[in-house]
């Protein structure tokens, strides 16, 4: 079961392929300090494969936020490319679509409106844009608010309608930038259960950056660990939880797996922990040492 | 019980000019102040009356209005595009002009006066100049805050779908800044308004400054105060009308705190187009009917260039009984109307 998820994702096409990034802040010269270059990325290299769920997790700072700009096109690396679908990335485009921390609604727009920002600026047709967001609001089960506007909404609602709006312009890759860090904890589990449904409704690449260790794992096939200082992928961990993975929380395994990517984060410098774990079977590894 | 309570609390805020107005009416009757330089309430209310029935203070005070209008326009022409132009295409400039602004905000127009007067003579031109200075930095000032106020992520979000400057400023910057640059054009009807009266005093030949001026110049003491009232009476009402305006383009404001708490119920989601309808339909009325008032004053200066001040409105004040030969009768005439009102 394990060894076949993990080719199954191997077989699949590279989307995004990240080489060598890196990215250098110059850190303008204070009274008590001189100028100088802060690398917060350092060789980050990353793949991300076709239709693949994939959850970058790490301390804050440690430029995982910047990379995925990076990916949306919203910010350029020092040096080192970015390609997807072997075309590198230069700019923004609607290929992408983007899911940020925080409420990035437009206030002054109802739900629907919202969701067709998009589908304006790719100039679809008035009646083509209603047919479309009619769709998606109802993808995300908002049928009866779609025409009510933000403040009128909970925060749940909010980040509802924010991927709404970014699949309504029909993306190939979904990024999400601690989407539900805002909310509330019950709010965020039902979120996460309703992502993994759009996910396999659309089948869309997602990569899904977040601080929480349980959502890494609950919702993705593979999770990229980074650490800070600089900021760098150290370890791409699989995980072959069964899907659906409703209830899944309080299985062994998901305790094993959450206890694995705990200590990549917790330290570093512990060199027991990388011991023995590679691509291979991670619950298999870390069972004899978890206790939890 | 909850009906009273409601009305209470509308009419609290008022109670203090109740109390003023009471007092205005009391005091010179009972000779505590001298009823000469300050005449009873209904006195002014009878000058009003006056003033109304003989047609001067609409010809005063649709030419002020049409007055402030312009400049306004005039202002909001220049400041929102400089604003937005500074802000989107050079942040870096706009910054290192923010002390400028400042400074160039606290120059008072009037004290340009002259300056306006040599470059423009005494006319429209230079009215509308000074009322259009004074509006321009609050509205230029407040444009640029109510930019740099709209919530970053929603810029972010935009530019993560590559979107064009244009659609940037239209759909983003736009309605977010909306409601600060509102609140600049509110400040800059209230400096315009002050403008406006302050340099209809000083060389016109109509409008509710020159009104309160003229009255004073002839000793009509409670004509005086009628221009005075119509003049808080106007500013006021462009003010609500504007507060109005921005309640409006608030509507999708989260609303936290203190308003949250007072049930304060919210208003309508957008503006109705019937208000929009009646809005547009004063405004062009005002422009055309001021604009019909101003040319006519403006050419009756130009073929009466002596004594302007004298016979301006003489034909609206010939109807207004006694007030022929202001100069010669003034103190009589204002007995007079002391008695009439008596």
């Known amino acids: ?292 | 019980m909850e009906r009273i309570n409601k009305i209470k609390v509308k009419i609290l805020p008022y109670i203090g000019i109740f109390c003023f107005l009471n007092l205005w009416e009391i005091l010179p009757r009972l000779g505590v102040v001298d009823a000469q330089f300050l005449p009873p309430f209904s006195t002014v209310c009878l000058a009003i009356q006056t003033l109304w029935q003989d047609g001067i203070l609409y010809t005063n005070t649709i030419i002020s209005l049409w007055r402030v209008l312009i400049g306004l326009l005039l202002a909001i022409f220049i400041a929102v595009p400089l604003g937005f132009f500074l802000e989107v295409f050079s942040p870096e400039i706009s910054k290192r002009l923010d002390g400028l602004f400042n400074l160039l905000s606290h120059v008072n127009p009037f004290s340009l006066a002259p300056l306006f007067i040599l470059l423009f003579g005494i006319g429209e031109k230079e009215k509308l100049a000074i009322i259009s200075l004074s509006a321009v930095w609050p509205i230029l000032f407040h444009t640029i805050t109510g930019i740099r106020s709209v919530n970053p992520i929603l810029i972010k979000t935009g530019r993560s779908m590559n979107i064009s400057t244009g659609v940037l400023i239209k759909d983003i910057l736009f309605p977010g800044a909306l409601p600060i640059i509102i609140t600049g054009i509110r400040l800059g009807v209230q400096m315009s308004m002050f403008m406006l009266i302050a340099a209809e005093m000083m060389g016109a030949g109509a409008g509710l400054g020159w009104l309160v001026h003229n009255s004073a110049m002839v000793y009509q003491i409670p004509r005086l105060y009628a221009g005075g009232v119509f003049i808080i009476l106007l500013g006021m009402s462009l003010n609500k009308i504007i507060l109005w305006f921005q309640t409006y383009s608030w509507f999708w404001q989260e609303r936290t705190g203190v308003a949250e708490q007072t049930h304060i119920k919210r208003r309508h989601k957008q503006v109705s187009s019937v208000a929009v309808f009646c809005f547009m339909f004063i405004f062009s009325g005002v422009l055309f009917f001021g604009g019909n008032e101003v040319h006519k004053i403006n050419t009756q200066v130009r073929t009466l260039p002596m004594n302007h001040d004298m016979h301006q409105h003489s034909a609206g004040m010939e109807k207004g009984a006694e007030t022929t030969e202001p100069q010669k009768a003034y103190v009589p005439n204002f007995k007079a109307d002391e008695d009439k009102h008596k």
């Open chain 1, 1 to 292: 079961m394990a060894e076949n998820t993990i080719e199954r994702i191997e077989e699949k096409k590279d989307k995004i392929i990240a080489k060598n990034i890196r990215r250098v802040y110059q850190i303008k010269a204070t009274e008590n300090n001189a100028g100088h270059e802060f690398e917060a990325i350092k060789e980050l290299n990353l793949v991300v494969k076709q239709g693949e769920l994939l959850a970058i997790v790490g301390p804050s700072g440690c430029g995982k936020s910047t990379f995925l700009d990076m990916l949306a096109g919203l910010e350029k690396p020092t040096s080192g490319e970015i390609f997807m679908d072997d075309k590198k990335i230069t700019g923004p485009a609607l290929d992408r679509g983007i899911v940020l921390q925080g409420y990035a609604l437009f206030p002054w727009r109802t739900v629907r409106k919202n969701v067709e920002f998009g589908l304006e600026i790719k100039k679809i047709p008035e009646k083509e844009r209603y047919a479309i967001s009619e769709r998606y609001i109802d993808l995300v089960g908002l049928s009866k608010f779609a025409d009510r506007y933000p403040y009128e909404l909970s925060g749940g609602m909010k980040q509802r309608v924010a991927i709404a709006r970014a699949l309504a312009y029909d993306p190939d890759v979904l990024l999400m930038d601690e989407p539900f860090a805002a909310v509330d904890a019950q709010t965020r589990e039902s979120l996460q259960e309703e992502l993994l449904r759009i996910w396999e409704k659309t089948k869309k690449t997602i990569v899904f950056v977040t601080h929480g260790i349980d959502e890494a794992v609950f919702l993705a096939d593979r999770v990229a660990v980074m650490t800070a200082n600089p900021g760098t992928v150290k370890e791409i961990v699989t995980i072959d939880l069964p899907r659906p993975r409703d209830g899944i929380r309080s299985s062994a395994e998901f305790g094993w797996v959450r206890h694995k990517i705990w200590q990549l984060l917790q330290n570093d410098t512990e060199s027991a922990v990388k011991e023995g774990i590679g691509n291979t079977d991670v619950a298999g590894s870390i069972a004899p040492t978890a206790s939890l």
